[in-house]
Nanobody, 118 residues
Framework: QVQLVESGGGLVQAGGSLRLSCAASARTFRDYAMGWFRQVPGKEREFVAVMNWSGSASYVESVQGRFTISRDNDKNTVYLQMNSLKPEDTAVYYC??????????WGWGQGTQVTVSS
């Protein structure tokens, strides 16, 4: 079992930036795909971005060119750099771990709130 702890959420104006971090407890962190999802009240959790152990990444179309996922395997940490934020990016952001890109995540963080004001 891996524990995931997110940080870095907050309130930002439209057009601003935030960087989310997710620290994982697993010593085998580097073997897994790490990703980010988000959820707003009343809606299903939505995929945002994912990166596998070798650095290959995938994004939902709505964030391409604005968000960048990265990982530091030595620190067991995955990041989500969010630029040019829009009010519609407001959500609770969750870090997730899966065996490979495209698999259903089997571990989740507790979530961190991101609020973008207009």
């Amino acid at each position: 079992q891996v524990q995931l702890v997110e940080s870095g959420g907050g309130l930002v104006q439209a057009g601003g930036s935030l960087r989310l971090s997710c620290a994982a407890s697993a010593r085998t962190f580097r073997d897994y795909a790490m990703g980010w999802f988000r959820q707003v009240p009343g809606k299903e959790r939505e995929f945002v971005a994912v990166m596998n152990w070798s650095g290959s990444a995938s994004y939902v179309e709505s964030v391409q060119g604005r968000f960048t996922i990265s990982r530091d395997n030595d620190k067991n940490t995955v990041y989500l750099q969010m630029n040019s934020l829009k009010p519609e990016d407001t959500a609770v952001y969750y870090c997730a771990v899966s065996t490979r890109i495209g698999d259903t995540p089997w571990g989740w963080g507790q979530g961190t709130q991101v609020t973008v004001s207009s």
